[in-house]
């Protein structure tokens, strides 16, 4: 069974920066690519970053680019969300995801995905 545990969340000021991280479980880890979803209070869960398999292309929600970086480590089953230049709209609890085998779109929907961490909070105060 995969399992997915996020770490690095908590409360951060506007301008600041944060590290998530993902452990996840099992021998398959490299096969597939990973991402990143964030769900604010009141609002649906949307996507954030995603990764390849081999981390050569990374792919990110147009409200994040240039500030969040995606990265993964194939030898420690992890991946990470680098988060730079913080504002207060990132507070959401942000969720790591295994990404489909199957090619198409990196930009998933929450529907494309099959296994979910519990999540981790960022709070960012104005």
């Known amino acids: 069974q995969v399992q997915l545990v996020e770490s690095g969340g908590g409360l951060v000021q506007a301008g600041g920066s944060l590290r998530l991280s993902c452990a996840v479980s099992?021998?398959?880890?490299?096969?597939?690519?990973m991402g990143w979803f964030r769900q604010a209070p009141g609002k649906e869960r949307e996507f954030v970053a995603a990764?390849?398999?081999?981390?050569?292309?990374?792919y990110y929600a147009d409200s994040v680019k240039g500030r969040f970086a995606i990265s993964r480590d194939n030898a420690k089953n992890t991946v990470y969300l680098q988060m730079n230049s913080l504002k207060p709209d990132d507070t959401a609890v942000y969720y790591c995801a295994r990404g489909p085998a199957s090619g198409g779109s990196y930009h998933y929907s929450p529907s494309d995905i099959a296994y979910w961490g519990k999540g981790t909070l960022v709070t960012v105060s104005s």
């Open positions: 990764i390849t398999w081999s981390g050569s292309g990374t």
């Open positions: 099992g021998r398959t880890f490299s096969s597939y690519p």
